[in-house]
T-cell receptor, first 117, second 114 residues
Framework: AQSVTQLGSHVSVSEGALVLLRCNYS??????LFWYVQYPNQGLQLLLK??????LVKGINGFEAEFKKSETSFHLTKPSAHMSDAAEYFC???????????????FGAGTRLAVHP | EAGVAQSPRYKIIEKRQSVAFWCNPI?????LYWYQQILGQGPKLLIQ????????DSQLPKDRFSAERLKGVDSTLKIQPAKLEDSAVYLC????????????FGPGTRLLVL
């Protein structure tokens, strides 16, 4: 069974500082991996996803994530935080091609990012 | 392109009452999902439709929750009777198909059960 662990329910950074949000997953098959962002009173929006191929994935708003199979990690980074990045971020895993599973997303508990001046 | 629409946005009910939520997915999306997001947690899949059919309802509390997808388009999720622990945001999402298609989420319905 798949599961997702996000280390740190709250992360606070200064504007212009590096953003690092951690995600580790558990999966018995090669997974698909996703990062979603949720702004207050809104639904989730896809930031980026990993399916196959290049392990460094670039997404919207300057975010990127690297799939590291040996570490079962998919950490999200952004070189320079902006005030508008303040939101909740969710890492999610889905069964990959070999599992025969449907596109079921299993989410982590989320990390709330605060950006201060 | 219009996004996923949900209504109502907010609902307050007493326990043991019934409530229904409506979702209109993005046009042409065959797959529709209902998630429950309890405060402080990530969304949890309740039910997944592929066109008219249910492909996964393993985490749907079937004694009180029901869902249908009419003509493979709109969907309704019902709770009857509601319990205090049903207080949550109910998110609807849709996608073109199976993995690794992106799921597009609606704004959600925030339910408070008193």
């Amino acid at each position: 069974a798949q599961s997702v662990t996000q280390l740190g329910s709250h992360v606070s950074v200064s504007e212009g500082a590096l953003v690092l949000l951690r995600c580790n997953y558990s999966s018995s098959v090669p997974p698909y991996l996703f990062w979603y962002v949720q702004y207050p009173n809104q639904g989730l929006q896809l930031l980026l996803k990993y399916t196959t191929g290049a392990t460094l994935v670039k997404g919207i708003n300057g975010f990127e994530a690297e799939f590291k199979k040996s570490e079962t990690s998919f950490h999200l980074t952004k070189p320079s935080a902006h005030m508008s990045d303040a939101a909740e971020y969710f890492c999610a895993v889905s069964p990959g091609l070999y599992s025969g599973g449907y596109n079921k997303l299993i989410f982590g508990a989320g990390t709330r990012l605060a950006v201060h001046p | 392109e219009a996004g996923v629409a949900q209504s109502p946005r907010y609902k307050i009910i007493e326990k043991r009452q019934s409530v229904a939520f409506w979702c209109n997915p993005i046009s042409g999306h065959a797959t529709l999902y209902w998630y429950q997001q309890i405060l402080g947690q990530g969304p949890k899949l309740l039910i997944q439709f592929q066109n008219n059919g249910v492909v996964d309802d393993s985490q749907l509390p079937k004694d009180r929750f029901s869902a249908e997808r009419l003509k493979g388009v709109d969907s309704t999720l019902k709770i009857q009777p509601a319990k205090l622990e049903d207080s949550a945001v109910y998110l609807c999402a849709s996608s073109l198909g199976g993995p690794p298609e992106t799921q597009y989420f609606g704004p959600g319905t925030r339910l408070l059960v008193l």
